[in-house]
């Protein structure tokens, strides 16, 4: 491999061919591992040590964007449904490929700048059903007042440092661009040495983000058994969810919080948006 072959992102392309990105991978001399499960599932794996991680970059169109220092990567196809290709890809990345503890400023600014990058892209916020639809600070005093782990805040707003630090170890952020939906997340987890040390400065940080297709995305509401025909369920499934939206919505206003009535659920199913009746 030559300099400037080793200096090339790996790319990635959600619904490739399993023999065609084997084959690109095999030309610039990408080891891939390839587990082929009895249950019908196939995963293409990639594991980088330290000191040998790449960049890599999801082609998406005008959405395309570049993951830092990859740690890891699966692939999953399923052979029930070939012609989805690879349907769904994982990344577990870091900010620095170094192996040291991140401080926690280092890390809000990596993570929610990159989440600001991919905001500028055109990726959008996406608010599960029954989530209610706060704009600004709010959105993160939310997660902090309701331990929320799964709340996606508001794209356009930086949480304070405190903030940060209040939102627990882990969180998930949901957003999407045309046909795709992308879950990307940060995991902290404390140095044992650093327990007793106050203030509380750094931490190892690692960062994961999963991207698959609409349709996949949406049968993740469904009953294992009703995946197949999720569009027929649809309409039952989400009903209740955007009635406890309301609900909430009403105990929320009466805290003092203000409802962003102009957020609009993006559309999934051809009925959407579906609303209680």
């Given at each position: 491999?030559?300099?400037?072959?080793?200096?090339?992102?790996?790319?990635?392309?959600?619904?490739?061919?399993?023999?065609?990105?084997?084959?690109?991978?095999?030309?610039?001399?990408?080891?891939?591992?390839?587990?082929?499960?009895?249950?019908?599932?196939?995963?293409?794996?990639?594991?980088?040590?330290?000191?040998?991680?790449?960049?890599?970059?999801?082609?998406?169109?005008?959405?395309?964007?570049?993951?830092?220092p990859v740690?890891?990567?699966?692939?999953?196809?399923?052979?029930?449904?070939?012609?989805?290709?690879?349907?769904?890809?994982?990344?577990?990345?870091?900010?620095?490929?170094?192996?040291?503890?991140?401080?926690?400023?280092?890390?809000?600014?990596?993570?929610?700048?990159?989440?600001?990058?991919?905001?500028?892209?055109?990726?959008?916020?996406?608010?599960?059903?029954?989530?209610?639809?706060?704009?600004?600070?709010?959105?993160?005093?939310?997660?902090?007042?309701?331990?929320?782990?799964?709340?996606?805040?508001?794209?356009?707003?930086?949480?304070?440092?405190?903030?940060?630090?209040?939102?627990?170890?882990?969180?998930?952020?949901?957003?999407?661009?045309?046909?795709?939906?992308?879950?990307?997340?940060?995991?902290?987890?404390?140095?044992?040495?650093?327990?007793?040390?106050?203030?509380?400065?750094?931490?190892?940080?690692?960062?994961?983000?999963?991207?698959?297709?609409?349709?996949?995305?949406?049968?993740?509401?469904?009953?294992f058994e009703?995946?197949?025909?999720?569009?027929?369920?649809?309409?039952?499934?989400?009903?209740?969810?955007?009635?406890?939206?309301?609900?909430?919505?009403?105990?929320?206003?009466?805290?003092?919080?203000?409802?962003?009535?102009?957020?609009?659920d993006p559309?999934?199913?051809?009925?959407?948006?579906?609303?209680?009746?």
């Amino acid at each position: 491999m030559n300099g400037n072959e080793s200096s090339q992102p790996l790319v990635f392309t959600v619904g490739e061919n399993p023999t065609d990105f084997i084959q690109r991978m095999k030309n610039i001399r990408q080891s891939i591992g390839v587990d082929r499960q009895p249950a019908g599932l196939n995963f293409y794996t990639i594991d980088a040590p330290q000191g040998t991680r790449k960049i890599a970059r999801i082609e998406h169109g005008p959405y395309s964007f570049e993951i830092p220092p990859v740690m890891g990567f699966m692939g999953v196809e399923s052979m029930r449904l070939p012609e989805l290709g690879i349907k769904l890809l994982d990344f577990t990345f870091v900010r620095k490929d170094d192996g040291q503890k991140t401080t926690h400023e280092q890390a809000r600014e990596f993570f929610i700048g990159y989440i600001r990058m991919l905001a500028d892209l055109g990726w959008q916020r996406y608010l599960q059903p029954d989530s209610p639809r706060l704009l600004g600070s709010q959105s993160y005093q939310y997660i902090v007042e309701e331990t929320d782990n799964f709340y996606v805040p508001d794209l356009n707003i930086e949480p304070s440092l405190a903030t940060w630090k209040d939102m627990g170890n882990t969180h998930i952020w949901t957003i999407y661009a045309g046909d795709l939906f992308m879950k990307i997340k940060y995991r902290r987890e404390q140095d044992p040495r650093d327990q007793n040390k106050s203030p509380d400065e750094s931490a190892y940080y690692i960062f994961s983000l999963e991207i698959t297709t609409k349709d996949e995305y949406a049968k993740g509401y469904m009953d294992f058994e009703n995946r197949a025909t999720w569009k027929q369920h649809w309409a039952s499934e989400i009903k209740p969810l955007k009635t406890l939206r309301y609900k909430i919505e009403a105990e929320l206003r009466d805290k003092g919080y203000t409802i962003d009535t102009s957020y609009q659920d993006p559309i999934i199913h051809p009925d959407d948006p579906i609303e209680p009746d």
